[in-house]
């Protein structure tokens, strides 16, 4: 119910207009079939909407009421508000006047609605409801349900507008992508919708978006009762080819085009004449290659905050943690653990806060246990006691891997003086230990057990991402942004996830389904670009010690070289470090490039990500649903063909339905941009390397950009 705020002799109009209907409902009672009769002679006599109110003796020079409970006719009353105007929001100088009004038009519609009810039981149903009593009706409907969407922010169209929780301006078109006809015809009549010309600001009406939600009775209504033209939108988007980009088949796919060929040939549209096989019939190719977004000129990315200073002394990596929360951590190596402790950990590290980057997805997959071998735990646990017995439930997780054959190499790793290398990563604390100094003691306690392995003095160095941007000290020495294409978006709008992957859609009126599908869809022209290039990728074998061998050996004389475009690189030493840090995990899946000598070009390893929340239709589906990029190093390939190859070994190689790619590795977010990748703002990571001896920042280590960096922050 928002717009333009009412007056205050508008809203004195409105209370004296529902003083009448109170007066007139009372009377209406204790004179029992008398309102009947008046108001069955002024329908017979054709009075207009307000006559079939009950009448009401006024002064003569009291003004009239217009319908939306406003005076009209008089000097003293202003103007009426100006109609809102399509595709914007609009801001009140006084918030709280604003909900104010809101409510006191909501109490004067249920007034006026059981008024009208109580006279409708009275008359016994005899004489039919006026048109404005019905729009009053549905608007008041779509008031209260508006917000029974649970989890779903619903905002206005425009995404600069003022205030959340406010219907948009296309708000009938977003019920039609949603399926739901009743309420969208229940709400163009409250609104006034006049359905035959009513678009959005790209051109769409109502039987685009009736296309989008692949409801074939909804393609009917909309066409045939409704009277909807079957139009293209401003880029010449018809409803067909939005069915078709959704690529649904089956018989209810085929009932929806049958549906939309039938509305295209009754408004004369060419898309009636291009059903069946033949050579002039659509696909989803000839969809995708015709409308498809072309890769953006210019790349903008939200800038990096500066980060805060710090007001006090860190507890960082010190003892400085409540005593209670130091007393129940335990450290334990994954060697020395049975199956049943590791799954615990892998569990821990999965439930404990959602933690992690992209929380839809699991951290690690549901029976990853091998990775535990090879991990350094510290977990904090309490005791639950329960009716029946007592029992320890975790509280706190936190995973470091010291990595004791490896170099760093690149121009940045001569500036810096590092022996030993350990990678940090799965802190999680539970929503009930936050702020109770378990995750200083998991840290602690973890940093304790780490330089009692390394045994390396000052030169041991640990590096981690952390979603959370510390303050100063220690600095960040890279901010990496992760980016995503969605492959098939069909599948994730059918998973429980769909909230998760597609916010925009739910939360903005004109976001359609067919809009996904055209930015992340892979055209097969793509494919045939790089047809010569493909047979080149093999899968690695990560028990073939030969294979090994070859991957070892170009790592080593490639990583941090110009070639790569990597200033600082992690490099193994030996076959079995390669195994334990980059391409052993249960999860990750390593292809290499063989150029015509046998020797490999090229490396990328995929780490799998499952989602922790998956449908009947999900499980049932092969592939994997999201892919992710924990290392590679490109020697032979520059700027986007770097992502194209990435995005043909997910699709292809894994059938991914989701690529995440970081900005490292030599891949910028320019390459990534222009391959139409989506950046995730909210999921920025900041690459930390700090000292576990001095508990600072390493010497020599300056801030960098994150594409400079190839670090294995994300391989375990």
């Known amino acids: 119910m928002s717009g ?9 109009a409105l209370e004296q207009r529902l003083a009448q209907l109170r007066a007139a409902q009372a009377a209406a009672a204790e004179v029992e079939g008398g309102s009947a009769s008046t108001l069955s002679a002024g329908d017979k006599n054709g009075s207009s909407r307000d006559d079939a109110m009950p009448q009401q003796t006024q002064p003569q020079e009291t003004p009239s009421q217009n319908q939306r409970g406003g005076a009209v006719g008089s000097a003293a009353a202003a103007p009426p508000p100006p109609p ?6 609009y801001e009140d100088d006084d918030c709280d006047e604003e909900d104010e009004l809101d409510n006191a038009r909501e109490q004067f519609e249920d007034e006026f609605l059981r008024h009208i009810a109580e ?4 008359q016994g149903q005899a004489h039919p409801v006026s048109t404005h009593e019905l729009n009053v009706a549905s608007v008041a409907g779509v008031s209260a349900t508006r917000d029974a969407n649970d989890g779903v922010d619903v905002v206005a169209t425009d995404k600069n507008a003022p205030c959340s929780h406010e219907l948009g301006d296309f708000e009938v078109l977003r019920l039609a992508k949603m399926g739901d006809g009743v309420s969208m015809k229940n709400f163009g009549a409250a609104c006034g919708i006049a359905w035959k010309t009513f678009l959005d600001n790209h051109g769409r009406n109502a039987l685009h978006y009736a296309a989008d939600s692949s409801s074939a009775a909804l393609i009917r ?5 409704l009277r909807v033209p079957y139009v293209a939108d401003e880029k010449q988007l018809t409803p067909l080819d939005i069915a078709i980009l959704n690529g649904h088949t089956g018989a209810e796919s085929d009932e929806v085009y049958a549906a939309l060929f039938a509305a295209a040939k009754a408004s004369g549209h060419a898309d009636g004449n291009v059903g069946g096989s033949g050579e002039n019939a659509k696909t989803r190719e000839k969809v995708l290659m015709a409308h498809a977004p ?4 210019f790349v903008l990315s939200k800038p990096v905050p500066k980060a805060p200073e710090a007001t006090r002394e860190r507890t960082f990596w010190s003892p400085g943690s409540r005593s209670e929360a130091a007393a129940s951590v335990q450290c334990s190596s994954g060697t020395d653990m049975t199956d049943a402790e590791r799954q615990a950990v892998s569990d821990a590290v999965c439930s404990l806060d959602h933690h992690g980057r992209l929380q839809w997805l699991r951290p690690v997959t549901r029976d990853a246990r091998m990775p535990c071998e090879h991990w350094q735990v510290a977990l904090a646990s309490q005791a639950v006691a329960t009716t029946a017995t007592t029992c320890t439930k975790a509280t706190g997780v936190v995973v470091a ?4 054959n490896v170099s760093l190499k690149g121009p940045v790793a001569k500036k810096v003086s590092v022996a030993t290398v350990a990678v940090a990563a799965h802190l999680a604390v539970d929503d009930e230990n936050k702020h109770k100094g378990v995750a200083a003691a998991l840290l602690h306690a973890l940093r304790v057990r780490i330089e009692g392995l390394a045994n390396s003095g000052s030169g041991l160095a640990v590096f ?3 979603s959370t941007q510390l303050s100063r000290p220690p600095a960040a020495i890279a901010t990496v942004k992760w980016f995503r294409r969605v492959f098939d978006p069909s599948y994730f709008y059918a998973s429980d996830s769909a909230y998760d992957v597609f916010p925009d859609f739910f939360n903005y009126d004109e976001v359609l389904r067919a809009d996904a599908v055209l930015k992340g869809a892979v055209p097969a022209s793509l494919v045939q670009h790089y047809t010569a290039d493909m047979p080149s990728w093999c899968h690695l074998e990560v028990n073939s010690d030969e294979q090994c061998a070859l991957v070892l050996s170009f790592m080593q004389a490639k990583a941090g070289s110009a070639e790569s475009n990597v200033e600082l690189a992690c490099v193994p030493e030996d076959v079995q470090e390669l195994r334990r840090s980059y391409i052993g995990h249960p999860d990750h899946r390593a292809f290499v490039r063989i150029n015509a000598q046998g020797s490999v070009t090229d490396l990328v390893v995929f780490r799998k990500r499952d989602m922790r929340n998956t449908g009947p239709s999900i499980d049932a589906d092969g592939g994997i649903p999201a892919a992710e990029v924990a290392y590679a190093l490109f020697s032979t390939i520059i700027s986007t063909a770097k ?10 190689l894994l059938s991914a339905k989701m690529l995440l790619v970081p900005t490292m590795f030599g891949i910028t977010d320019s390459d990534l941009a222009k391959s139409n990748f989506d950046e995730l703002v909210a999921n920025r990571d900041y690459v930390y390397a700090l000292s576990l001896t001095t508990r600072r920042e390493i010497d020599g280590l300056a801030p960098m950009p994150a594409a400079r960096l190839s670090l294995p922050v994300y391989s375990i």
């Not at 809102?84 to 929001?89: E, H, V």
């Open 4 to 12: 333009t705020p009412m007056s205050e002799e508008q809203r004195a």
């Open 401 to 404: 891997q010291v990595l004791p």
């Open 294 to 297: 072309p890769p953006p000129k």
């Open 643 to 652: 992502v194209d190859h990435l995005m043909l070994l997910a699709l292809k």
């Open 221 to 225: 209504l909309v066409a045939d009762d």
């Open 84 to 89: 809102p105007q399509i595709g914007y929001g």
């Open 119 to 122: 006279q409708q039981q009275q």
């Open 464 to 466: 981690f991402a952390s």
